[in-house]
């Protein structure tokens, strides 16, 4: 079955630290998408990356990077010298492509809290 | 483009009462369109499956004679909770997929149902 996990419930840091957020995920299918989204407190998701699973290169934007390792089943997600902005709930996301409508099985979030 | 939008944004009705929440894509087709549930500090859980003209597919647990599902056209799906309890308070997201052989969704801004 598929299922994604985010062991990291809450994690606060200070402004200009670096921050790892990991995302571990389960799956029969060999053709899959991975996702990161923010949810900040305004409630809207804030679509961050999609990733196949035939792609495993490492992908960075700005202050944002993502390390997908097929071999440890992780998509962690590396915020570099965070900002008070970057305060949020992230959700990791799964979709397989058995499934033809391409749903999405989210993770339990990671509440990051950045402190000025 | 790819803009998706929900109405209302936020409704407090009376226990007992019917509510209906409104799924749009705004400049785009969507085939498909998923309705989320989350609760306070929880993760987005998936209620059910739209797809335009057909009959909706509810995951395991929700209820659909409680949770109708209209999708009647290509750019709108409504969901209605009847004889809303308080119990069903909740934030009540929408997802419009915009390209059926293509794995992206696009997330409405959320409705906050708060039933006294």
């Known amino acids: 079955a598929q299922k994604v996990t985010q062991a990291q419930t809450e994690i606060s840091v200070v402004e200009k630290e670096d921050v790892t957020l990991d995302c571990v995920y389960e799956t029969r299918d060999t053709t899959y998408y991975l996702f990161w989204y923010k949810q900040p407190p305004s409630g809207e998701l804030v679509f961050l990356i999609r990733?196949?699973?035939?792609?495993?290169q490492n992908e960075i934007s700005g202050r944002y990077s993502w390390n997908f390792q097929k071999s440890t089943s992780s998509f962690n997600f590396t915020i570099t010298a965070s900002q008070v902005v970057d305060s949020a709930v992230y959700f990791c996301a799964l979709s397989e492509s058995m499934d033809s409508s391409y749903k999405l099985i989210f993770g339990s979030g990671t509440r990051l809290l950045v402190r000025p | 483009g790819a803009v998706v939008s929900q109405h209302p944004s936020r409704v407090i009705c009376k226990s007992g009462t019917s509510v209906k929440i409104e799924c749009r894509s705004l400049?785009?087709?969507?085939?498909?369109m998923f309705w989320y549930r989350q609760f306070p500090k929880q993760s987005l859980m998936l209620m059910a499956t739209?797809?335009?003209?057909?009959?909706?597919?509810?995951e395991q647990g929700v209820e659909k004679d409680k949770f109708l599902i209209n999708h009647a056209s290509l750019t709108l799906s409504t969901l209605t909770v009847t004889s809303a309890h308080p119990e069903d308070s909740s934030f009540y997201i929408c997802?419009?997929?915009?390209?059926?052989?293509?794995?992206?969704?696009?997330f409405g801004p959320g409705t906050r149902l708060t039933v006294l």
């Open positions: 997802s419009a997929n915009r390209d059926s052989s293509y794995n992206e969704q696009f």
């Open positions: 990733r196949n699973s035939f792609d495993e």
């Open positions: 739209s797809n335009e003209g057909s009959k909706a597919t509810y």
């Open positions: 400049d785009f087709q969507a085939t498909t």
